[in-house]
């Protein structure tokens, strides 16, 4: 059974911080992870894919996937208020299905 | 704007109804999928549809149908519901290759009474 886990949080900071959000997953034959962000009510947005070992950047974000330990982080630069959400990280498997970590409530407080 | 369009956004229904949720993607896309999705909970997988097949159900109850009736559809019919199956439903879709990222619609929040 694949298994992701991410720090639930809820996780706090100040505007202008870094927020590090971060997700184990179990299956070592994981080839891309995907970052969702989720506001409230809202339905989940594709912010990042990465699919190996390194770093991605994209604006204020930065995706980082360590394989070896099965590591895979989200680094918010600047935080703003608007990005105050719900942050789950997806691991791809077969059968096409994604299996979502249970999700990182983060509050950027101005 | 999303290229994944569900309607209705809400949907308000007693437990005798019949509805249906629709869902259209304009991605060229060839996997489609409905998810359940409750509160301060991640979407839960019912349904995945590859080249308009159905090719995974999890196991979910029979008031639940789902139809593809082309590429870019996918309709989910509802039918004698439960409280409990008040939700955000949520459709996406994706290349229907390995490790692709799925991309979501806006969702249908539904009510049962």
């Known amino acids: 059974q694949k298994e992701v886990e991410q720090n639930s949080g809820p996780l706090s900071v100040p505007e202008g911080a870094i927020a590090s959000l971060n997700c184990t997953y179990s299956d070592r034959v994981s080839q891309s992870f995907f970052w969702y962000r989720q506001y409230s009510g809202k339905s989940p947005e594709l912010i990042m894919s990465i699919y190996s070992n390194g770093d991605k950047e994209d604006g204020r974000f930065t995706a980082q996937l360590n394989k070896a330990s099965q590591y895979v982080s989200l680094l918010i630069r600047d935080s703003q208020p608007s990005d105050s959400a719900t942050y789950l990280c997806?691991?791809?498997?077969?059968?096409?299905?994604?299996?979502f970590g249970s999700g990182t409530q983060l509050t950027v407080l101005p | 704007d999303t290229e994944v369009t569900q309607t209705p956004k809400h949907l308000v229904m007693g437990m005798t109804n019949k509805k249906s949720l629709k869902c259209e993607q304009h991605m060229g896309h060839r996997a489609m999928y409905w998810y359940k999705q409750k509160a301060k909970k991640p979407p839960e997988l019912m349904f995945v549809?590859?080249?308009?097949?159905?090719?995974i159900n999890e196991s979910v109850p029979s008031r639940f149908s789902p139809e593809c009736p082309n590429s870019s559809l996918l309709n989910l019919h509802l039918h004698a519901l439960q409280p409990e199956d008040s939700a955000l439903y949520l459709c996406?879709?994706?290349?229907?290759?390995?490790?692709?990222?799925?991309?979501f619609g806006d969702g249908t929040r539904l009510s049962i009474l």
């Open positions: 996406a879709s994706s290349q229907d290759r390995d490790f692709q990222p799925q991309h």
């Open positions: 549809y590859s080249y308009e097949k159905l090719s």
């Open positions: 997806a691991v791809p498997g077969s059968a096409r299905q994604l299996t």
